[in-house]
């Protein structure tokens, strides 16, 4: 590449110079083509009115003279029957002069040759002198040497020649110095960093140039990036079916554990179930007793119950039911229903909330979130306390808090607290906020526990139309 761009360089130095040089020959030819018309012309004048009189000593008189100015030049003069009259000093007449007098007498205007065309080393300038018989003229021919112009033109080549030199010196240098510089460094350096980024070893520098090198690197890096994306792809496909499996394990050890959970919390209704029948079968008779352990046989037949309708309600999808309704309203009502369980456990339920709040939900839905939040809430609160439900928002979303005053949620157990089953009282199935996490994220809202100083505080985030996720 280095080595190309200083030929180009020098190729066009050399042709700048070739064409200077001929231009230079075409100049100075046309100057000494214009100076011999122009001695043509002046002896043209001097010698017409001499001619006419046949005063040849005086022609003979002028060209002596002007050999001693142009000693090179050859003069002669021809009659109207084409016969030399006149010579300059020493001069000769040639085939080639007899020739170009003959047609300088029948043209009007100068008659210009170069000997030989190509590279002249002569210059002839033919002239009518006047015409004495009609269509008869005599003439002049001036012969040049052009040993002068030669000179100037070998001067010129050596010139050129020098500059030439010094050129391709200078060009060959200073182009090796920038290209290394500013080619072939940075681009050793784009290759050392492509066969890094290629994995590949660094070889070593082989016969191409630079950037057809770089090149070279270049497409053996699209091939090891092409290569590496079918990896990666094989990969991510492997990963997903990996996934895939996860996936399916998970399930089968949720669903291990929900039957696990199942059976433990169904295990100690169906337990007192089969002791109390026992003791009513013993015990037939006694109609005080009977009662007593029917009473019993209910209770815990509605504990199985609510067990399996909390499940369903959590594995069993429900059609939506979504209206505009008055969220507000609606706490009220909830909050009327678990007013004499407050009053029994010495709890204060306090609303903080805006007069109307509207919102786009299933009204029984929302309303058994807030039962269960509130109903939590109250086990946890200690006597004399107070559970605060808080209701805030924008036009676009609904926030609620329910936060009471009790111990808070462990650490350990934050992580698990909306799992089903998951609880950390002596007594409860654990499905009351998993069953509220099932409801708001049907809501496309969002439940999480917040983190505050005291006590336990759980936010729900729902939107207030329908389809604008939280």
Known sequence: MTAAIGGCAVLLFVGEGFFSLRGEQAELEGVASRETQLLARSLQKAFRTALADRRLE?????LAALAAVEPTVAIFVYDEEGKVVATSKGAQPSRMSD???ARGRTSKTPIVEFDPPENP???RVALRLREEVQGQSSSIVLERPLQELHAALDASRRYIALTTVLFIFVVAGLTWFLAQRYLSRPLEALVRDMQ????????????LDEVAETRAEFDRLVVALDEARARTAAEVETRRGLERG??????????????????????????????????????????EATRRVAAMLVEQTERITRIVEQMLSITRPRPRQRAQLDAVELIR???????LEAKRRAVTLRLDAPAQSRLWADGDQLQQVVLNLVRNALEASPRGSTVTITLSGDDAQLELRVGDEGPGVPLEARTQLFDPFFTTKTEGTGLGLSVVRSIVRE??????????????????TLPRTEGVAA
């Open 333 to 339: 009502r909830v909050l009327s229903l678990l007013e």
């Open 443 to 460: 809501h496309d809202g969002d439940v999480r526990l917040a983190e505050v100083p005291t006590g336990c505080t759980i936010e729900v």
């Open 246 to 287: 996860l996936e399916r394990a998970d399930k089968l050890i949720a669903l291990g554990q929900l039957s696990a959970a199942l059976a433990h919390e169904i295990g100690s209704p169906l337990q007192i179930l089969e002791g109390r029948a026992r003791s009513l079968h013993k015990n037939a008779t006694d109609p």
């Open 196 to 207: 890094r980024l290629s994995g590949a070893k660094p070889v070593a520098r082989s016969d």
């Open 99 to 101: 020739g170009l007098a």
């Open 121 to 123: 080393t002569r210059l």
């Open 58 to 62: 005086e022609v003979s008189a002028t």
